[in-house]
């Protein structure tokens, strides 16, 4: 496909997502002989001078074989016992098959707090392109030994995104057990289509996609979906794809279709935007009337306290908010520049009265129009 060929030809960086499923067996422990495959295919990128980036599941699921368990512990303490074991066996294959090659590697491991605290998420860019300037793929995982519930990401196929958005990757290819998107499970209806291009993620594409779990995996399609929405939105390509296929890695890079492809979408966030958008994490929530939302989506305006009908959950000023419509749908993401017991004493009232209502001189705005970041397409 000439479109997707370009899109990597424009940018010279690709994130590879490897799921637990391909990685880990509940008895036999890491599928050495899999990483062995998937790291001469990233060594060749390399040879083209590609930069890659793998972030890697399996840590979980290594330290289930270790220790002998017969299913993936279900408590946060157990998890982060069982990813304490099985990180460091993870990492030694990827050493062991990528030193075959001369191919230096890291391990990087990130938590939620990495990419919403702005200035972690600036110093992460950093240490990638130090990376990358060095000539080292960067191995990521969720650093699941420390995340407790609020700083955890939850699932690795947001984590790529998220990468992928982190370092403006081409193309973020997320290797899975299963072909690509399809219009139906097809192991329970056979005529259930792969879908090959994705052009627009609509509520239709959103319901083929049902969660779906297994013993040692965490999401399913409807994680990768979400992934997809992060990363079209930032002009990021998604290839979801069986990773069982040894030569999909480079025919996904070569523009070749091994799967599904998400079409980046033709107009992109700048860099602060998608921070804000599609990285960032929310700390609370702000209803808004038809008004807002027509201000918002059609006149690209600032919100005002005027638009608020409703504040949800305890923030301060300056930190990231979701805007719902009346329906509940998020329209966006923001900076507040009031905290939430502020807004609800100014919510539906002018700008003007905001001085006499504080006591204080403060900004005519609520989110100033370069603080918001739109997640959806409007109609």
Same mark, same amino acid.
């Given at each position: 496909m000439q479109q997707l060929k370009n899109i990597v030809l424009k940018k010279n960086t690709v994130v590879i997502k490897i799921g637990t499923n391909l990685l880990a067996d509940k008895t036999k422990g890491i599928d050495a002989a899999r990483i062995e495959s998937i790291a001469k295919s990233v060594c060749s990128l390399r040879a083209s001078g590609k930069n890659v980036a793998i972030v890697s599941s399996g840590a979980i699921g290594a330290g289930v074989a270790a220790i002998g368990l017969k299913e993936r512990p279900r408590t946060i303490p157990a998890k982060q016992a069982t990813a304490a074991i099985g990180q460091p066996l993870?990492? &030694? *294959?990827? &050493?062991? *098959?990528?030193?075959?090659?001369? +191919? /230096?590697?890291? +391990?990087? @491991?990130?938590?939620?707090?990495?990419?919403?605290?702005?200035a972690r998420f600036v110093n992460a860019r950093n240490t990638f392109a130090a990376l990358f300037e060095k000539g080292v793929v960067p191995v990521i995982n969720e650093n699941d030994t420390v995340a407790v519930e609020? $700083?955890?990401?939850?699932?690795?196929?947001? %984590?790529? *995104?998220?990468?992928?958005?982190? $370092?403006?990757?081409?193309? %973020? $290819? $997320? @290797?899975?057990?299963?072909?690509?998107?399809?219009? *139906?499970?097809?192991?329970?209806? /056979?005529?259930?289509e792969l879908l090959r291009v994705v052009e627009k993620i609509t509520p239709q594409i959103e319901r083929y996609a049902k969660r779906t779990t297994s013993e040692l995996s965490t999401g399913g399609m409807s994680t990768k979906i979400q992934a997809a929405k992060r990363c079209v939105a930032s002009g990021i390509a998604v290839v979801i794809t069986n990773g069982a296929n040894p030569d999909t890695i480079e025919s996904a890079v070569a523009g070749n279709i091994p799967g599904t492809v998400f079409l980046p979408a033709d107009k992109t966030l700048p860099m602060r935007k998608r921070w804000i958008g599609f990285v960032s994490h929310t700390k609370g929530s702000i209803v808004v009337d038809d008004g807002a939302r027509f201000a918002l989506a059609k006149r690209h305006k600032s919100l005002l306290p005027s638009g608020i009908v409703e504040v949800r959950g305890d923030f301060r000023a300056r930190d990231i908010v979701s805007i719902l419509d009346s329906a509940g749908i998020e329209l966006g993401k923001g900076i507040t520049a009031y905290s939430s017991a502020e807004l609800i004493r100014i919510k539906g009232k002018k700008s003007v009265e905001i001085e006499t209502i504080l006591h204080r001189k403060a900004p005519a705005e609520v989110i100033h129009r370069n603080d918001f970041a739109p997640t959806i397409e409007y109609s």
């Open positions: 993870l990492m &030694e *294959a990827y &050493e062991k *098959a990528f030193r075959r090659n001369r +191919q /230096p590697i890291a +391990q990087i @491991l990130l938590t939620k707090d990495d990419f919403s605290d702005r609020e $700083i955890k990401l939850g699932d690795n196929d947001n %984590l790529s *995104a998220m990468v992928a958005t982190l $370092i403006e990757a081409a193309i %973020l $290819i $997320i @290797l899975s057990d299963v072909d690509g998107l399809y219009t *139906a499970d097809p192991s329970r209806e /056979p005529d259930a």
